[in-house]
Nanobody, 127 residues
Framework: QVQLVESGGGLVQAGGSLRLSCAAS????????MAWFRQAPGKEREFVAG????????YYADSVKDRFTISRDKAKNTVYLQMNSLKPEDTAVYYC????????????????????WGQGTQVTVSS
């Protein structure tokens, strides 16, 4: 059974940092692009950051650029999201996701292009 399990969420003050982890099991995702999405109450799920399966190319939403860093450890089948300088508007449930297509050249921004999802981890930033 394929599973993506996020961890590392929590409550932090504005300006603080958190590191999210997404551990995959049941199959290797080394040949798949991976991404983090988030969903705040009453809002649609939005793309946060993505990392390619080869070369380590990354892409970020403008709202998190220069504050968040996505990385992956293929040996551990794990993806990370380092979040610095957190703001109250970063409050959301954060999900990791795996691209539905193997070896895709471009990082996809639409949630519809991802078919494996974790259960989500809550990140709350207080002002």
């Amino acid at each position: 059974q394929v599973q993506l399990v996020e961890s590392g969420g929590g409550l932090v003050q504005a300006g603080g940092s958190l590191r999210l982890s997404c551990a995959a099991s049941g199959r290797s995702f080394s040949a798949y692009n991976m991404a983090w999405f988030r969903q705040a109450p009453g809002k649609e799920r939005e793309f946060v950051a993505g990392i390619s399966w080869i070369g380590g190319s990354t892409y970020y939403a403008d709202s998190v650029k220069d504050r968040f860093t996505i990385s992956r450890d293929k040996a551990k089948n794990t993806v990370y999201l380092q979040m610095n300088s957190l703001k109250p508007e970063d409050t959301a449930v954060y999900y990791c996701a795996a691209d539905s297509a193997m070896g895709r050249r471009l990082i996809q921004l639409s949630a519809e292009e991802y078919n494996y999802w974790g259960q989500g981890t809550q990140v709350t930033v207080s002002s």
